[in-house]
């Protein structure tokens, strides 16, 4: 399972329509838990793709290390990553599982849906849906995202 706070669940959202009609992503920092991924921050990162970054994300190594450095010093740990899926469903694609290397971890899908709106080509645009994908396996080879609850509170804490 994962918990999170609905600010943090909020915000991947919000993130998911600013970036439209790209992917947004970023990574989920908390702690693992009797068998649950708590969120205690979602951080986000910037879509470095420039050849698909409509339907494809990648957060660059030096950020993911300062992000990874960030959560030490909070005492808490990279436990998920998010990203949304502009006009496709929340679910995981053939190429996010071959592009998800951390074991254990949530990988988080918002689906975000445009309109054309009334004037001067403008979008609009709201994320519809968001779901979770746990990384499961022994490694390269047997790994498999498989669905995984979510519960959003108020607040959400960890011990």
Not at 92 to 98: F, R, V
Not at 99 to 108: K, N
Request: aromatic share 6%.
């Amino acid at each position: 399972m994962l918990r999170m706070g609905q600010v943090q669940f909020d915000a991947i959202r919000q993130r998911g329509e600013a970036a439209y009609p790209n992917e947004c992503c970023g990574v989920l920092l908390g702690r693992t838990a009797e068998g649950q991924n708590i969120v205690v921050d979602a951080v986000a990162a910037e879509n470095t793709r420039s050849d698909s970054a409509h339907n494809r994300y990648q957060i660059a190594p030096q950020e993911l290390i300062r992000i990874q450095q960030q959560a030490r010093r909070r005492g808490l740990d990279i436990i998920g990553f998010y990203h949304s899926h502009p006009d496709h469903p929340a679910e995981w694609s053939k190429t996010d599982l071959e592009e998800a290397h951390w074991l254990g971890c949530s990988y988080v899908i918002t689906s975000v849906v445009g309109a054309a709106s009334g004037g001067a080509g403008t979008v609009r645009c709201r994320a519809t849906e968001t779901n979770s994908f746990l990384l499961t396996g022994t490694s390269e080879d047997d790994k498999r995202l498989e669905t995984e609850p979510v519960e959003v509170a108020a607040c959400v804490g960890v011990g």
